[in-house]
């Protein structure tokens, strides 16, 4: 279950017009996010993309 989004990996995967293995495959690491992907999800889960370039940023920095 997307624990932020409060649905599940299927219920995402509506939204966002994928397959559950597509939301499965991002959730586990397996696929990067592009950036439409990243806009589009935003706005399904409600979060500014900026917001989560500068924590990835962050991570790679320390």
Do not use: H, W
């Amino acid at each position: 279950m997307c624990q932020r989004g409060g649905m599940t990996q299927t219920q995402l995967a509506k939204k966002l017009n994928e397959y559950q293995s597509f939301v499965a495959r991002l959730e586990s690491g397996q696929r990067r996010v592009d950036v439409v992907e990243l806009i589009r999800l935003s706005e399904v889960l409600g979060f500014a993309p900026d917001d989560m370039v500068r924590a990835v940023a962050a991570v790679q920095d320390s």
